[in-house]
């Protein structure tokens, strides 16, 4: 479908998830991570960090190229995105960040310093440590949403932006004024929001979480890790600071603006999503395209829930990899 903007592909696919082994191998040094994907091939990232107007901000980088930097979610840590990490650092300057409040970048205090528009900035001093104008953007759950907004305000440093499986901010708002299945799928947001406790009770949860059937002991041992030094309240923090608060009407700010105040993302966009997601119902999806000057691409996949990255990651990153090559 061809817009005076740009334009608008739209896939509904049905597939079936092929199994795969994940294998993470031990680095040489503190600083050296290899990771595998499901292919079991393997990369050597290693750590850094950037001060971002005084807040640490660690990252784990492979490869030369272009830079793609990875925006992880709130319960994913950076190497959540390793099935495309590994693949994609063949050919670009992979950056996968670790977002404040997380793992081993700073934690600080209070629910101003985890808005979106404090994540953006994050990314954008990335950028120039790594010395370049602008970067593809990829991001998962709220650092999909992240990702949004930063190809949103920071439009003339997004070279493309990729989200899996997060819906645009405002078809969120949008739903939430009046769809009573997005406003039931949004019970934990809420409840992140209102109820004392909550983020600890969520924290405990993680770092009680049992180890993935099938995961090789080192990847557990590396999430284990990283969810013994998550910040909790970084989490609570994420949710007060930008999930649009109960009840929600058109006047709502959240992610930095209301329903109808969201700048234009004009960078080329891949969006692919589950569509048996939770969080985000099929609805959310509707006139995203209206918030989208630029090359929209969208995949819907059947039978695939939130995480399309690591659920579907035999479609995911070979798309991405072709997305990125040929635009289309």
Do not use: C
Not at 100 to 120: N, Q
């Amino acid at each position: 479908m061809r817009r005076s903007t740009g334009w608008v592909s739209v896939t509904l696919l049905s597939w079936m998830l092929l199994p795969g082994a994940i294998l993470l191998l031990p680095g040489q040094a503190m600083a050296d991570v290899v990771i595998s994907d499901w292919r079991g091939r393997s990369a050597s990232f290693t750590e850094g960090a950037v001060d971002s107007n005084g807040v640490k901000v660690v990252y784990h980088t492979a490869g030369a190229g272009p830079l793609v930097i990875f925006v992880h979610s709130i319960t994913g840590p950076w190497f959540d995105f390793r099935h495309q990490m590994v693949a994609l650092a063949q050919r670009y300057r992979v950056v996968s960040m670790s977002t404040r409040g997380t793992d081993r970048s700073d934690k600080p205090v209070g629910v101003e310093h985890y808005t979106s528009a404090k994540i953006a900035g994050d990314l954008n001093a990335l950028i120039d440590h790594f010395g370049e104008d602008k970067a593809i953007i990829i991001g998962q759950d709220s650092g999909g949403l992240h990702a949004w907004h930063f190809a949103m305000t920071y439009p003339e440093r997004t070279d493309r932006l990729i989200s899996l499986g997060s819906i645009h901010p405002a078809g969120l708002i949008r739903e939430l004024i009046s769809n009573p299945d997005q406003q039931r799928a949004s019970t934990f947001q809420r409840g992140m929001q209102e109820n004392p406790g909550a983020g600890a009770a969520f924290g405990e949860r993680l770092r009680n979480r049992p180890a993935t059937s099938g995961e090789p002991a080192e990847l557990a041992q590396l999430r284990k890790d990283a969810y013994a030094r998550l910040d909790p309240e970084s989490i609570v923090n994420f949710y007060k600071a930008n999930w649009p608060t109960s009840p929600v009407t058109l006047e709502t700010e959240a992610f930095g603006f209301t329903l109808g105040e969201f700048p234009p993302v004009t960078a080329p966009t891949l969006f692919i999503y589950g569509k048996d997601s939770g969080p985000f119902q099929n609805s959310t999806l509707n006139d995203m395209w209206e918030w989208v000057d630029g090359d929209l691409t969208i995949h819907v996949l059947p039978g695939v829930g939130h995480n399309p990255h690591t659920q579907a990651s035999e479609f995911v990153t070979p798309r991405i990899l072709e997305w990125l090559a040929t635009s289309r």
